[in-house]
């Protein structure tokens, strides 16, 4: 492991700082990690963790609280929002009971409120002296809110709201922290005044009594199971039978309810109401960076770890064994996965850095950018989760067998990077809406309108990327070749799906389903080139300090991540960079040697690329991917600790009792 | 629910007497099947499954154990070997400690041990009185047996082998049930003769005490943890320290060692040895079909039942809400899934075949279709397991956020059949053998010799594979054009891999890894033609009572299998299909057009394809997948039955005191 640690062209503490923005951050965040790290005990990783050692239901929960609890107080007393977002295990931070209040509680507050319930709600929250959820999600009804069907119907003469859940799959379901944690609760409900229907709308509903956790008159809760992640939190459901709460616990901002029952809505009210989600979909992206980021160190530490001979007989040919990384497919599918998770990273900090010029300007009152913005949130969420659940599953594999082992840390990653795939906003929803903000574009351009810059490239007729990509050999290392066809593929792909849902002659939605396949296409397409981009224009924007070796370490991952996508047996939608004849075979061909080469010479970098990342060994909790490299004797380490096997051995040399006696003895004994 | 088996087109019950061998067949399953169920206390889906409630290592096991031995009596009592190869789960029998027996314990004595050795040891197993597990992967090393570390030194005064695990790396680790269940081991250690090492070969060792279940001296044995599935088994690890066994204990029947320590081998004895594995490989190659059925049929039931709105505000459109089952992505992917899991099916039926007429061939003393089985074996289960757990994971995204939960029987499902695509063979290393038996057949071919009829296609130049596909609309539905586009694609990319390797100037060893890819892209290929062979071969012999419905049904199955997988944007080297111009884009975009057309005439057999299975509703232990399609109600009656809730609400009108005393009341309460 040494070996490969010194082997990097760069130094990766410098890539450490460009990752979470320098040097003084990087300090705090250690000491944050390590601290919290030490209160919960997971800083000494000789000892088998407890998430692999007490497992059923009601320990994961304690152990979440535990943990989530500590993490929440360490935010609040070094006043940093290090764990806001994510858990010290870089899971999303609603891994933890305590994680929605910033996460969403908030947000949807601060969003959707008026002055005078932000001034109201806040604070409590803040100093926790409350503790928040947000519940949207029914057992019949996820993504599509207008399906809901959980009512807050007005009760005029005493000025308050009647929240009801009339059927069983109007059961709130599936909100985090619920279960036996949260006290207060924003609620979307179907708005009913005077036995109109006005619409999903928010409203803060006290859960349970500060005093003592029961839950509120009317409220019944609980806890809706194992998950395949995320068993830290009490994930719950809420049924409500006629709870009463104040007409000022709707949240006002975007539509206000008089106390005569009159609802006035700022235009766009509804769309307003989702804002909360933006926000909350750019978190989820860049969760994902880190969750394939640690899949992928996990896996490349094991591989320039573990050894394996060129085959076995009867097929297998002389030689002696190898590191597992310096074989072609493992290391092409590893570094791969490592661009991917920089592609990530570097496409929600471009991310960041436009919501916040679209915060100005809502501020100055225009919502002009706000589809914009939502096509890009939909877009980074459906893209980043699913390349990185697919990424964190193969990085899985690349650890063979080993990997399917909870204590190698890679299950519960996969497991929590894949419901990522699902949750606000499932993906195959969200390329739709990419899709029709894409086409909508599109009649915009031909109606003469105007169109924002990431989309012009769909009507510049004269560029480039229209005439067939003449590229030979290492021209394809160049940003500008590889945007030129990435963009090509994208404008092509949403011309198709234009001319196919356009020129239909089915009834709109009818047509819609019909070419869903071409429209979903077309919309990855540009998120594709989206995410190219941001990657080349970060790789551009470097600080002017950062050294020519790291540079070059990071353009050869560009490439690798540009190229190696276009070759790789298993990217998604691949057949449509060939199908039009924009690359002719020998093209390809060309690209798939580069692709080779490209990958061979970032093999030496891969260690310094992993820990680029600075996970610390106890937020990994992985025995596989330690940093000392010591796979087989961490494995056994733990092993020997796992409490069915110190029950067996501590008291019963060797014989666990329960099962022998009951099951085993019985057969063997004959006793049919 | 009702409606949507009723609209069938065929009767499902034909189905299943096709898919298990007749009538006589599916009705003693069903009952030994209600007899295992009725023991295991799982008939009556009304109460939560055990495996939801109790979780944790210990009971986990328990419930192995207790089903495990239920099962295994219940083929010894009735004389059937249903629960041979698949748990009463349709999980591959090594899932529960009793398993391995029949899967190879006593199949690596038949087909390795002396008439001696199988006279000996083949009844003790048989009648139950001892318990017998297989151990060949160690800590370091897995599919790669020549790496293997264990060893056996024979010594020539005892007349015995020594068995010793000589580092921490070569201690077994992953054998099912060795933890704490298995008596007996095949245990695979390199044989030492007077410091000469032999290779690997098979040796019987007594593991624990039949009497007590005690280890036997110097072997230390436990747990391995948990694991992402598979939790019902003890798969353990073992250490030896010097351990002694009889001379007579070494697998005989292709290499015998004598009294005076001479060594006899037949040729291509360590070729036999792994016979064992081609059966394995056979087995679990059926298993994930049927697993993959499980995930369908589970995704299908509740699609016929969820219902969505068309996109929800700001992008929807007007429009009522749907079953999701008629969104056109939904469809495709689930009817792709149900054609694949068939395709896996009529391919493991294919291979029972072939396996036998090579067993005659052996018997006959004929080896000479070893390699082609090993190729077959390898590339079935490599093929198999890769589309099986990519769809079944498909098919559980296909449920949204409830596809998460536990209780929804998805990720169990998809854990275990992930597991198959690793062990007995990790695919990557199986892709590998395949291609190399394909560019074998080249040189022979070149050379002169003679072919197996399975791979003549490779060198027919004058079949109509070799021209541009001619097909256009309609036509592209003929069994006879699917196979021509999938042979054209399988002779081309074996005839690159073959030339671009022998014309490499590089070592042998380097030379493979630089063309890995473009190997296994040609194994894959070639595989898909096989299976694609296989199903078309199966349609067209079928019994001749099978009424016209259920075969224009199939027949519409084996066109979306074929056609589905070349326009899938997910399909693992689509770009193959195209890249050499062999169909033309128009060609393609008549594919695609096809491929909508017949998905969508299959929907209204979507619930008879998946009832065609015949699974019970306990064997697929998923509230939302049961028969009845009362989805919201199962789920919520599980979840009310769920410990921790019945511990809050019991006793403690809805908190949970242990986590609310020490972790949420302190937070509420100011005390940080």
């Given at each position: 492991m040494r070996k490969a640690r010194q082997a990097a062209s760069f130094d990766s503490f410098e890539l450490t700082c460009l990752i979470y923005g320098g040097n003084d951050k990087v300090r705090q965040r250690r000491a944050a990690f390590e601290r919290v790290e030490r209160l919960s005990g997971t800083h000494d990783t000789i000892v088998l963790p407890k998430c692999y050692a007490n497992t059923n239901r009601e320990e994961a929960y304690d152990q979440g609280l535990k943990v989530g609890k500590i993490a929440f107080e360490d935010g609040l007393k070094y006043g940093h929002s290090f764990f806001h977002k994510m858990t010290p295990r870089y899971t999303l931070s609603n891994a933890s009971p305590f994680g929605l209040v910033t996460l969403l509680f908030e947000p949807a507050i601060e969003l959707n409120g008026t002055e005078e319930q932000k001034a109201k709600w806040l604070p409590l929250s803040k100093a926790g002296e409350i503790l928040g959820s947000y519940c949207q999600t029914e057992l019949g009804h996820g993504t599509f809110v207008r399906g809901l069907q959980t009512t807050a119907t007005l009760d005029r003469e005493t000025d308050e709201f009647v929240i009801h859940s009339p059927t069983i799959s109007s059961t709130k379901f599936w909100p985090g922290g619920i279960g036996f944690s949260a006290t207060h609760a924003i609620v979307m409900a179907m708005l009913h005044i005077d036995s109109k229907e006005h619409g999903p709308h928010l409203f803060i509903v006290q859960l349970r009594a500060v005093e003592d956790g029961k839950p509120m008159p009317g409220i019944r809760l609980g806890d809706i199971g194992l998950k395949m992640a995320y068993n830290e939190t009490d994930n719950g459901f809420a049924s409500f039978n006629h709870v009463r709460v104040p007409r000022t616990n709707m949240l006002m901002a975007h539509a206000s309810l008089s106390r005569n029952g009159l609802l006035s809505t700022i235009p766009g009210h509804q769309v307003l109401t989702y804002s909360t989600m933006l926000m909350g979909r750019f978190a989820i992206a860049r969760t994902t960076a880190f969750q394939l980021a640690q899949a992928t160190t996990i896996a490349t530490r094991y591989s320039v770890v573990r050894e394996q001979g060129v085959g076995h007989s009867p097929?297998?040919?002389?030689?002696?064994?190898?590191?597992?990384?310096?074989?072609?497919?493992?290391?092409?599918?590893l570094l791969t996965l490592m661009a991917k998770s920089y592609a990530i990273l570097f496409a929600s900090k471009h991310c960041d850095v436009e919501y916040e010029k679209f915060r100005l300007l809502q501020q100055k009152d225009s919502q002009s950018r706000l589809s914009y913005m939502h096509s890009l949130s939909a877009g980074v969420k459906a893209w980043s989760t699913e390349q990185a659940a697919d990424g964190a599953e193969d990085a899985r594999k690349c650890c063979g067998g080993h990997g399917f082992l909870m204590m190698s840390g890679l299950p519960e990653i996969v497991a929590s990077v894949t419901a990522a795939a699902t949750f606000e906003g499932e993906n195959y929803v969200l390329w739709q809406q990419v899709g029709r903000h894409l086409l909508k574009c599109v009649d915009v351009a031909q109606g003469g309108g105007k169109l924002g810059p990431e989309v012009t490239y769909l009507f510049d007729l004269h560029g480039s990327s229209t005439q067939p990509c003449g590229a030979t050999g290492a021209e394809f290392l160049s940003g500008e070749v590889q945007l030129n066809i990435y963009r090509h593929r994208a404008r092509r792909l949403v011309e198709t799906a234009h001319k196919a849902l356009r020129s239909s002659k089915k009834p709109r939605s009818e047509a819609w389903n019909e070419h869903m396949m071409a429209i979903i296409s077309a919309a990855r397409a540009h998120m594709e080139y989206t995410i190219l981009q941001s990657f080349v224009s970060h790789l551009r924007s470097l600080p002017a300090?950062?050294?020519?070796?790291?540079?070059?370490?990071?353009?050869?991952?560009?490439?690798?991540?540009?190229?190696?996508?276009?070759?790789?047996?298993?990217?998604?939608?691949?057949?449509?960079?060939?199908?039009?004849?924009?690359?002719?075979?020998?093209?390809?061909?060309?690209?798939?040697?580069?692709?080779?080469?490209?990958?061979?010479?970032?093999?030496?970098?891969?260690?310094?690329?992993?820990?680029?990342?600075?996970?610390?060994?106890?937020?990994?909790?992985?025995?596989?991917?330690?940093?000392?490299?010591?796979?087989?004797?961490?494995?056994?380490?733990?092993?020997?600790?796992?409490?069915?096997?110190?029950?067996?051995?501590?008291?019963?040399?060797?014989?666990?009792?329960?099962?022998?006696?009951?099951?085993?003895?019985?057969?063997?004994?004959?006793?049919?």
């Open positions: 097929v297998g040919f002389e030689g002696k064994e190898m590191q597992i990384i310096h074989y072609k497919s493992q290391h092409f599918r300090t950062t050294t020519p070796s790291l540079r070059s370490a990071l353009d050869r991952l560009r490439s690798l991540f540009a190229l190696g996508n276009m070759v790789s047996p298993r990217t998604i939608d691949v057949i449509s960079f060939v199908e039009d004849d924009h690359l002719s075979l020998a093209q390809l061909s060309a690209i798939r040697t580069l692709v080779n080469d490209v990958a061979e010479r970032l093999v030496p970098d891969a260690i310094g690329l992993t820990d680029g990342w600075d996970f610390s060994d106890p937020s990994l909790c992985s025995a596989l991917g330690m940093r000392d490299g010591n796979v087989y004797e961490n494995m056994m380490g733990w092993v020997e600790q796992l409490p069915i096997n110190r029950r067996a051995w501590d008291h019963n040399s060797g014989v666990y009792q329960p099962g022998w006696n009951s099951f085993v003895d019985p057969v063997l004994k004959g006793k049919l």
